[in-house]
């Protein structure tokens, strides 16, 4: 069996998410991770919020598999390095973004984000 990687757990989803966000976000060496619906923001790392809705707004049209990569404008912030992915959880659409310097984990951390998230809402 697998040994359990996480150490933050909640039975709350939106505790949840943020718990899964913030530690791919730490893991990268990232300023923040989101998880955008079509309706804007879903959940983000902690203390992204403000930063994670102004990405999530452009972002959130992302239809599953397509990739983002590069600059935005958002809420007054000017973010150099953006990377976001559109994916599906069953018939629901969303963009998971991550915000700050790629680095060689920034993808992997990305598809770690995917997988837990998509186990948290189903």
């Not at 300023?31 to 790392?45: K, P, Q, T």
């Given at each position: 069996?697998?040994?359990?990687?996480?150490?933050?757990?909640?039975?709350?989803?939106?505790?949840?998410?943020?718990?899964?966000?913030?530690?791919?976000?730490?893991?990268?060496?990232?300023?923040?991770?989101?998880?955008?619906?079509?309706d804007g923001l879903v959940a983000c790392s902690p203390r992204s919020r403000s930063l994670g809705r102004g990405v999530a707004n452009r972002l959130g049209h992302l239809r599953p598999f397509h990739f983002?990569?590069?600059?935005?404008?958002?809420?007054?912030?000017?973010?150099?390095?953006?990377?976001?992915?559109?994916?599906?959880?069953?018939?629901?659409?969303?963009?998971?973004?991550?915000?700050?310097?790629?680095?060689?984990?920034?993808?992997?951390?990305?598809?770690?984000?995917?997988?837990?998230?998509?186990?948290?809402?189903?």
């Amino acid at each position: 069996m697998k040994p359990d990687r996480r150490t933050r757990r909640s039975n709350d989803r939106a505790k949840a998410l943020a718990f899964q966000l913030a530690a791919c976000a730490a893991r990268a060496g990232l300023e923040a991770m989101l998880l955008a619906g079509r309706d804007g923001l879903v959940a983000c790392s902690p203390r992204s919020r403000s930063l994670g809705r102004g990405v999530a707004n452009r972002l959130g049209h992302l239809r599953p598999f397509h990739f983002f990569v590069g600059d935005l404008e958002a809420f007054g912030y000017s973010l150099p390095s953006v990377a976001a992915r559109g994916f599906a959880v069953g018939d629901r659409c969303f963009v998971i973004g991550a915000v700050g310097q790629p680095g060689d984990e920034t993808l992997r951390e990305m598809d770690h984000a995917i997988e837990g998230v998509s186990r948290i809402l189903r």
